[in-house]
C-alpha cells in the first residue's frame, strides 16, 4: 500500500492499516511532522478511532495544555471586548453515546505520535520525497518518487494507493477527476508566532475571529501557551500577496489583531494556505483513493475537516485489509466512495452555512447539531444489508442498533466500551447463543475476521434489542445487519464481502 501524504489524514491512514498487517510506505514532501498545525479540534467519533488502535491517552495528553480551551469568539481586537459565538454550550463529552471525549491537541503535536504508531506497525515514511508520477495497470500502482535532498528518482509498486495529499491534490489533478465547488474563496497567511498575550486574554477559546480595519484574521491558539497562530486574509485581486507578508508586516498584523501597538512579538513561520470549497467528483479511480482534503475541503467551522478525513482513511482501511487478505471481494472498495462521498456532499452545504453563520451572516436551516454531524453519519452501500434511511442525517441521533449505522455505545463494564471491540474484525452481538449465527457466516467465508458475544439483558443492552435481535457489526463500527435468522444472515453475506459467487 502506497499513501501518498503525510498530514493528519496521510498518517492516521497509515497506522489504521498497519493497525490491520498492511504493510504500507508513506511519503511526504515535508521534512517531517508539520509545524503549522492547523486544525486543533479531534471529535468523539475521531478519539473512538485513536482509541481502538490505543492512541487515544497519548493524543489527549498532548492536548492537556489546553483542555479547558472551549468556545469561538468574534471581537475587533484582542484587547477589547469579545462576543461569545458559543462558549460553554457544546459538551465536550457525551458519556451515553460515546466513551470517547472531544480532545483539542495541536496537530503538531499528534503528527508525531501517529508516525511512531505507525512506525511501530511497519510504515516506511519517506520524508523529503515527492511523487512525480504515478501509474496503474490491471495488477499494480507504479510510483515514481523523488527524494528532494538528492534528486535521485525510485520507484515502488503497490496494490493500492490512498491519495491524502491535500486539496491541490497533485493526483487528483493528474487523474483528471473534477471537482465542485466554488473552489477558493478566501487567500489566507498563517503566522505562527510567540508573544505574552495573557493579559489580554481572561479565558482561553479554541478561536477568536478578528475584524478592524487593518486586519480581519482567525486567532488560533496552539499546543504551548505563548505560541499562537494568526491567520490573515488577503486578496489577490487586489494586488496582494503572499510574498507581501515580510516579517515587519506579520508584526504589524498581529499587533493590529491584538489591538496593542508595541507588543513584543516573535515571528516563528508564515505559510499561505487557502479557503477551498470543493468535493472531488469521484473518489476512486482504479487503485488509488482520494481522503481528506484531496476528497473534500471546507472553511473551518464546525472542525470537519481533519476529522471527516481521518475517517475517511479509517472507513478505507480495513475494506483493503479485507481484499488484500482475501477474505472480501474488490468490489468492496467501491463502498468507499459511496458512503464516504455521500457523507462529504451532505455535510459541504451544511458547513458552508455554519461558515456564514459565525461571520455574521444569517442562514436558514442550519439545524444539524454537533451530535449528529459526529455520532450521526448514515451509509446506504452494499457493505451494509438492510438500511431503511433515506437521508445522511436523520432529525434527531438513533441510539438503536440500524444497519448503516454507527452502532451503539454500551459500557461493558467501567473502561471497556462496545466500540473497544470493533477494529480487528467484525463483531457479532447475540441475546443468545451466537454459535449458529457464527455457523451461518463461517459457512459463507471461513477466514472471515469475526468475534462473537452473547450480551446481557440489562436494561443497558436494550439499544442492541429487542431479544432475540443479532446484530453483526463491521470493522469500522457500522452496523453490517440486523436480524434473527443465521439462514438470512448466511444469504446477505456474500454481497456484504463483495464475494462473486
Ligand atoms: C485555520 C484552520 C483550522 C482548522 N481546524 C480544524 C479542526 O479543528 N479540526 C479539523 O478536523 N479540521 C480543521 N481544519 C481542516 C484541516 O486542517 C484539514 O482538513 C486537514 O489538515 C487536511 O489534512 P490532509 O492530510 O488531508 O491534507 P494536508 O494536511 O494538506 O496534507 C497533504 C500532504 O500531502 C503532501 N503532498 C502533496 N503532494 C505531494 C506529492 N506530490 N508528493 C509528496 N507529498 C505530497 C503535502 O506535503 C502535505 O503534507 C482547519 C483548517 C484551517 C485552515
Known amino acids: 500500500m502506497l499513501v501518498v501524504g503525510g ?13 490491520l498487517g498492511v504493510r504500507t510506505v508513506l511519503v511526504d514532501r515535508h521534512a517531517g511532522a508539520s509545524i503549522q498545525g492547523r486544525a486543533r479540534g479531534i471529535n468523539q467519533r475521531t478519539m473512538e478511532l485513536y482509541r481502538a488502535v490505543g492512541l487515544e491517552a497519548e493524543i489527549r495528553a498532548a492536548g492537556r495544555p489546553f ?9 475587533e481586537t484582542l484587547a477589547g471586548d469579545w462576543h461569545w459565538l458559543f462558549a460553554d454550550d457544546a459538551p465536550k463529552a457525551w458519556p451515553d453515546l460515546s466513551p470517547s471525549e472531544f480532545c483539542q491537541a495541536d496537530q503538531s503535536a499528534i503528527e508525531p505520535i501517529l ?76 503566522i505562527v508566532f510567540r508573544a505574552d498575550l495573557a493579559p489580554y486574554v481572561p479565558r482561553r477559546a479554541l478561536f477568536w475571529i478578528i475584524a478592524n480595519d487593518a486586519v480581519g484574521a482567525g486567532l488560533v491558539t496552539t499546543a504551548e501557551p505563548g505560541r499562537w497562530s494568526l491567520n490573515v486574509a488577503y486578496d489577490p485581486a487586489a494586488g496582494q500577496s503572499l510574498e507581501d507578508f515580510t516579517t515587519e508586516r506579520a508584526i504589524a498584523a498581529v499587533r493590529a489583531a491584538v489591538g496593542v501597538p508595541d507588543l513584543a512579538v516573535e ?36 472542525a470537519m475537516g481533519a476529522n471527516t478525513g481521518v475517517q475517511d482513511g479509517h472507513n478505507l482501511a480495513w475494506k483493503v485489509a479485507g481484499v488484500l487478505r482475501g477474505w472480501a471481494g474488490e468490489r468492496l472498495l467501491d463502498s468507499y466512495e459511496a458512503e464516504r462521498r455521500t457523507v462529504a456532499a451532505e455535510l459541504s452545504d451544511l458547513i458552508v452555512k455554519r461558515q456564514l453563520k459565525r461571520i455574521g451572516t444569517t442562514v436558514e ?28 442525517f436523520g432529525d434527531t441521533l438513533d441510539r438503536t442498533v440500524r444497519p448503516g449505522c454507527r452502532a451503539p455505545h454500551v459500557w461493558i463494564d467501567n473502561q471497556i466500551s462496545t466500540h473497544d471491540l470493533f477494529g480487528r474484525g467484525y463483531v457479532l452481538f447475540a441475546p443468545t447463543d451466537p454459535q449458529p449465527w457464527l455457523d451461518a457466516i463461517r459457512q459463507v467465508q471461513p477466514t472471515l475476521p469475526v468475534e462473537a458475544y452473547r450480551i446481557g439483558t440489562e436494561p443497558r443492552w436494550s439499544s442492541y434489542g429487542p ?33 462473486d459467487r
Open 7 to 19: 498530514g493528519l489524514v496521510g498518517l492516521a491512514t497509515a497506522v489504521f492499516l498497519g493497525e
Open 67 to 75: 483542555a479547558d480551551d472551549w468556545g469561538v469568539a468574534r471581537c
Open 115 to 190: 508516525i511512531a504508531a505507525g512506525r511501530t506497525r511497519g510504515t516506511s515514511y519517506r520524508f523529503g520525497t515527492e511523487l512525480v508520477s504515478l501509474t496503474q495497470d490491471e495488477d499494480r500502482a507504479t510510483a515514481v518518487l523523488g527524494d528532494l535532498a538528492t534528486g535521485a528518482n525510485s520507484t515502488v509498486e503497490a496494490r493500492y494507493v490512498v491519495a491524502a495529499d491535500g486539496q491541490r491534490s497533485p493526483i487528483r489533478e493528474q487523474l483528471g477527476i473534477p471537482r465542485t465547488g466554488p473552489g477558493v474563496v478566501q487567500h489566507s497567511a498563517s
Open 365 to 392: 436551516d442550519d439545524t444539524t447539531d454537533d451530535q449528529l454531524w459526529t455520532l450521526g453519519q448514515r451509509y446506504r452501500s452494499d457493505a451494509v444489508a438492510g438500511a431503511d434511511h433515506t437521508t445522511v
Open 267 to 302: 515571528i516563528e513561520d508564515v505559510a499561505g494556505w487557502q479557503q477551498t470549497i470543493g468535493l472531488a467528483d469521484r473518489y476512486r479511480a482504479g487503485r488509488v483513493f482520494l481522503a481528506g482534503d484531496a476528497a473534500h475541503t471546507w472553511p473551518p467551522a464546525g
Open 467 to 499: 431479544s432475540p435481535l443479532v446484530s453483526l457489526i463491521r470493522p469500522d463500527g457500522y452496523v453490517a445487519w440486523t436480524g434473527t435468522d443465521p439462514e438470512h444472515l448466511a444469504g446477505v453475506m456474500p454481497s456484504l464481502l463483495a464475494l
